[in-house]
C-alpha cells in the first residue's frame, strides 16, 4: 500500500502493485497519448515483485490530478509481459510524476 504523503489526495491509499522508476518526460508521456491510434509505445522501468525491467506501454488515458502540470492519473496497457505472467491483467493504473519521472501503479483488467 502506498499513501501519498503530499497534494489534495494526503493521506489518501492507493494500492500499489508496480513502482515505476523511470517513464516519459511530459511530451512524450502526452505524445504517447496522443499517437495511440498510430501505436505508438512509450518505455517505462517497473519493479514488479522485486523484479525491475523495462516495459514498453501504450498511454490509454491521462487526468489531472493535482493541477501542478506535472501529476497524473493515468492508464497504460500492455500485451503480455513475463514479467506479469503470474497475472492475468493487462493495464496499469495510478499516478505518475513527469516531473520525478517516476510513479505507483495497481495491475487492472
Known amino acids: 500500500m502506498y499513501v501519498r504523503e503530499d497534494g489534495p489526495f ?48 501504450r498511454v490509454d488515458s491521462i487526468g489531472i490530478e493535482d493541477g501542478s502540470g506535472e501529476s497524473w492519473m493515468v492508464t497504460f496497457s500492455f500485451h503480455a509481459l513475463p514479467l506479469f505472467a503470474d497475472t492475468r491483467h493487462t493495464r496499469l493504473t ?9 510513479g505507483i501503479a495497481a495491475l487492472a483488467d
Open 10 to 57: 494526503r493521506g489518501d491509499a492507493m494500492r500499489a502493485d508496480v513502482q515505476i522508476v523511470d517513464g516519459p518526460a511530459k511530451y512524450e508521456l502526452f505524445a504517447g497519448l496522443g499517437d495511440y491510434n498510430r501505436g505508438r509505445y512509450v518505455k517505462l522501468t517497473v519493479v514488479y515483485k522485486g523484479r525491475r525491467q523495462e516495459i514498453e506501454v
Open 94 to 102: 495510478g499516478y505518475y510524476s513527469t516531473k520525478e519521472r517516476g
